[in-house]
């Protein structure tokens, strides 16, 4: 029993040692606090191109804080506390969940078509498609496609929009749910308040930069492996926010069939 009190750490440690330590947000958001003698100023800017959901999550703090709001993209907003009613180190520590779009503005327009995510002459193979038994069954990713490529391969915009979102420093990734976390992916806003999302790039393989105008069939990316992935492959998923706290994902039509007729295994072309 001791052998294993003493190996067990070690063995734990191993098996988490590869992931990174710092942590990627695909935009910015700020958050301060300042306090005067009788109020505290709570000062929230959204820098993005995209509205995103606001609320506090601060049940601890007595008596609790309980908000919730769209704060609209490229916009700021600041509001007050007594100071009679919540002490400085309570107000220091509230919780504020943020969360790209607005549910009340996120209706899919089902007469878009959307290109493949893939340049002209090119194809591809379906590793994964609607509600993929594999990863695919969340209400976030069953409406994703997962195309077979190599590492390095160009990824487009299949719609035109803005890039809200854009992590590509992570450099690690496998067949493990450890990964999950650690995808590189870039987000894309559409004008009919949808998302984009074109998941598992190669590390530093971002194409566009946060507030770039894309338009369909511009490169963006490079395919590769990282986060919870088996092999080299895109992930293109299209999503909105139903409510103050969900992102689901929902179905396409592209320009050469409807996204449910995509299925596992078939080789699709541009």
Not at 33 to 49: E, G, K, R, W
Not at 116 to 144: C, E, N, T, V
Not at 190 to 200: E, I, K, M, R
Not at 208 to 237: C, M, R, W, Y
Request: glycine residues 6%; contains cysteine; hydrophobic residues 40%.
């Amino acid at each position: 029993m001791q052998f294993f009190r003493l190996v067990l750490p070690l063995l734990l440690a191993f098996i988490v040692c590869d992931l990174p330590d710092e942590r990627y947000q695909q935009f910015s958001f700020t958050k301060e606090i300042t306090t005067t003698n009788d109020s505290h100023f709570v000062y929230l800017a959204n820098p993005s191109m995209a509205p995103v959901r606001v609320r506090s999550n601060s049940k601890s703090i007595e008596p609790p804080i309980e908000f919730q709001f769209i704060l609209p993209a490229l916009s700021d907003t600041t509001f007050s506390f007594p100071a009679a009613i919540f002490d400085s180190s309570a107000i220091q520590n509230l919780s504020i969940a943020v969360s790209l779009g607005d549910p009340f503005n996120s209706t899919p327009d089902s007469s878009f078509s959307y290109s493949w995510p893939f340049p002209k002459g090119k194809s591809y193979a379906i590793m994964q498609a609607y509600f993929g038994k594999y990863s695919h069954s969340s209400d976030y990713s069953r409406f994703a496609i997962d195309f077979r490529m190599a590492e390095g391969d160009t990824i487009i915009a299949a719609r035109d929009g803005i890039v809200i979102g854009v992590i590509e420093d992570y450099n690690v990734g496998g067949n493990n749910k450890k990964y999950r976390d650690f995808a590189n992916y870039i987000t894309l806003l559409h004008d009919d308040g949808t998302l984009s999302q074109y998941a598992h790039l190669m590390h530093k393989g971002a194409l566009v930069e946060v507030g770039d105008t894309v338009k369909t069939l511009q490169p963006i990316g490079l395919a590769g492996n990282t986060g919870f992935s088996s092999a080299p492959h895109l992930h293109f998923n299209t999503i909105r926010a139903v409510d103050w706290t969900k992102t689901a994902g929902f179905p396409v039509q592209f320009e050469q069939m409807d996204g449910s007729e995509i299925k596992k295994g078939m080789t699709v072309s541009h």
